[in-house]
């Protein structure tokens, strides 16, 4: 997950800034990319969401989002991914309604961390790195 927390060093002060500031990236031919905080996870820790998005009879859908749990150390956890599309939502980590308490699905976030690594490496490729270098340099 390089690239997006480079992409997230370069263009965000901290996660809060993200409320206010949330990061969209344009890279010609491809999906914009937008990254910006959604607030506390299952865990209690804030959660980012990163999407690429594309807009149909008005609505934006995700394609896809993935949603990361940002621990202290800012280490990134995924934690769902949802793809408008096909009507796909999975949470990896979530909120049991009965107990209130954080659970976990362990295989769905092997599945999440092996599609962030193939996405993760498919953003440098597409051009979005140097993008938010671009962004960087203008501000």
Request: aromatic share 8%; charged share 30%; glycine share 6%.
């Given at each position: 997950?390089?690239?997006?927390?480079?992409?997230?060093?370069?263009?965000a002060e901290?996660i809060?800034?993200?409320k206010?500031?949330?990061?969209?990236l344009?890279?010609?031919?491809?999906?914009?990319?937008?990254?910006?905080?959604?607030?506390?996870?299952?865990?209690?820790?804030?959660?980012?969401?990163?999407?690429?998005?594309?807009?149909?009879?008005?609505?934006?859908?995700?394609?896809?989002?993935?949603?990361?749990?940002?621990?202290?150390?800012?280490?990134?956890?995924?934690?769902?991914?949802?793809?408008?599309?096909?009507?796909?939502?999975?949470?990896a980590?979530?909120?049991?309604?009965?107990?209130?308490?954080?659970?976990?699905?362990?295989?769905?976030?092997?599945?999440?961390?092996?599609?962030?690594?193939?996405?993760?490496?498919?953003?440098?490729?597409?051009g979005?790195?140097?993008?938010?270098?671009?962004?960087?340099?203008?501000?």
């Amino acid at each position: 997950m390089r690239t997006i927390q480079r992409v997230f060093e370069l263009l965000a002060e901290n996660i809060e800034g993200l409320k206010e500031n949330p990061i969209l990236l344009e890279v010609q031919t491809f999906m914009p990319l937008s990254i910006e905080l959604v607030g506390p996870g299952p865990r209690g820790m804030p959660v980012v969401a990163m999407k690429h998005f594309y807009e149909q009879h008005g609505d934006i859908c995700r394609d896809p989002e993935v949603e990361f749990e940002i621990d202290e150390s800012g280490n990134w956890h995924p934690i769902s991914y949802r793809q408008d599309s096909i009507g796909l939502k999975q949470e990896a980590v979530f909120l049991d309604p009965d107990s209130g308490m954080a659970m976990i699905r362990p295989k769905l976030i092997k599945d999440l961390n092996r599609f962030v690594k193939i996405w993760d490496r498919n953003l440098t490729e597409q051009g979005f790195l140097e993008a938010a270098k671009r962004m960087a340099e203008e501000r």
